[in-house]
């Protein structure tokens, strides 16, 4: 999955160098530091099949998400939402901001998880996966 995925998981660092270039610079630095660090030699294969500088991919099927905050997170970090699917109904909200905009498959949004509470709505029809990439 990984493997076949890597193409569009490279386009998720993409999108974080243009909105946030400072966390992909240090995201980038410490992905570098750990491929230099000679006592984890035998975690450097692992480390290079990492397709993502993010360090964390949880995967969403077919689930409404009520509003949260993500409390383990870091203020600063922008955390990726990626929605694909069949469906045509989703609605990201971001009620801090007032936003609640159509999350149609495709659709990417970079925030900080822990300053905006977020939810997803349910899907009727079609199917719904959501990718949250994080560190």
Do not use: N
């Amino acid at each position: 999955w990984l493997c076949e995925s890597e193409t569009s998981f490279r386009l998720v660092d993409t999108l974080l160098t243009i909105v946030h270039p400072e966390l992909y610079r240090r995201l980038s630095a410490v992905w570098e530091q750990l491929l230099a660090d000679e006592e984890i030699m035998d975690l450097h294969e692992l480390i290079r099949a990492w397709p993502t500088l993010f360090t964390t991919i949880s995967v969403v099927y077919h689930r409404e998400t009520p509003f949260h905050h993500d409390s383990k997170s870091v203020l600063q970090w922008y955390d990726l939402l990626l929605s694909i699917g069949s469906y045509t109904d989703a609605i990201l909200e971001l009620p801090t901001l007032g936003i609640c905009a159509c999350y149609m498959p495709g659709t990417a949004a970079l925030f900080s998880r822990l300053l905006l509470r977020h939810g997803v709505s349910p899907v009727d029809q079609g199917d719904h996966i959501g990718y949250v990439f994080y560190m």
